[in-house]
């Protein structure tokens, strides 16, 4: 029985306590399930989405940060220059083709001096597009430049017809041979001569890709039997190969050739999805706001352009 003299309960009423338990639970509620959710962007064409929990290389300015799409039609009398990589000349070629035949009245010039002196020509302006089969450096991408990667493409390792050796090459052993530390072919289970390499110009994508890719950012051997040749050029390193040379090119250059051979590597041939020897090729531009540049690239990375792509790399 109460004597009226309990004492008196302190602090704020019950009700309070359910409030402000119920706001708690509103706010989690919209966290999980109503926040606005981050926005997913596309990967462009030949680049890795990064994997969970790795960060992502930043590039300044990112990689093909214009947004380039197919435009209905283009003016009549417009004019596209490119120039660069020796390995994009069958891209350009079924780019050409299919670009005039969606833009009736325009001009695709093109041209293959290697992707070093294309992205000197963009920046000195008398072209409008590179061809690179590599990625800018820093430099470059200091001085305006973008690079757009339109396709992926995988570096073959060659030899001629009727050299001897008949077996595959381990990537260590490719690194070995390229930087003239194994350079007799009887090390290999050939026979006993020495192994002529013929390597490609400073100036050329191919190289620079090679480098990086296959020797691991090293450099290329400077023993008697490697030769650099002055210009870069497929068909006369091909030439070059005979009996007892080894050389390299982007592997649409040499899937239907005849008179060589492609090596493979680690048991793998180029057109298995797993090759090890793999890079992605680019379009470089520096002004996105130039007509030509718009047009092409947009066709470019449209569906029909990546298609002429496929078709021309697929089937060289």
């Known amino acids: 029985m109460s004597n009226g003299n309990a004492p008196k309960r302190s ?3 019950p009700i309070v306590f359910i409030l402000l338990l119920l706001g708690l639970v509103g706010g989690a509620a919209w966290f999980f399930f109503f926040r606005p959710k981050a926005a997913t962007v596309a990967t462009p064409p030949g680049v890795e989405t990064p994997q969970s ?4 290389t930043p590039q300044t300015p990112p990689v093909g940060t214009a947004n380039f799409t197919l435009l209905p039609s283009v003016a009549a009398g417009t004019t596209v220059d490119i120039d660069g990589s020796t390995s994009m000349v069958l891209i350009n070629e079924a780019l050409k083709a299919g670009f005039l035949k969606q833009y009736p009245g325009t001009a695709v010039n093109t041209a293959a001096v290697g992707s070093d002196n294309g992205i000197q020509a963009v920046l000195g302006g008398s072209i409008d597009i590179a061809a690179s089969s590599r990625a800018l450096t820093p430099q470059e991408q200091a001085q305006g430049l973008t690079a757009v990667p339109v396709a992926a493409d995988r570096i073959a390792l060659v030899v001629g017809r009727d050299n001897p050796f008949q077996r595959g090459l381990s990537a260590p052993q ?4 390229f930087q003239g530390s194994l350079n007799n072919w009887a090390t290999l289970g050939g026979p006993d001569t020495p192994i002529r390499v013929i390597n490609r110009p400073a100036v050329s994508g191919t190289h620079v890709a090679f480098r990086e890719i ?3 950012g090293g450099d290329f051997g400077t023993t008697p039997n490697i030769t650099t040749m002055a210009r870069d050029a497929t068909t006369p390193m091909l030439q070059q190969l005979g009996t007892d040379g080894i050389g390299y090119a982007t592997y ?4 239907d050739q005849q008179t060589v051979r492609v090596v493979p590597i680690e048991g793998l041939t180029p057109e298995a999805a797993n090759y090890p020897f793999q890079r992605p090729l680019y379009y470089v531009y520096k002004d996105a706001d130039n007509p030509a540049v718009q ?3 947009g066709f470019a990375l449209s569906p029909q352009g990546q298609q002429a792509i496929t ?3 697929a089937n060289p």
């Open 295 to 297: 047009a092409f690239l």
């Open 53 to 56: 929990g790795s960060a992502p």
């Open 252 to 255: 649409s250059q040499v899937a």
């Open 174 to 177: 490719t690194v070995q041979i």
């Open 11 to 13: 602090g704020p009423p």
């Open 311 to 313: 078709s021309a790399t």
């Open 214 to 216: 296959v020797l691991g």
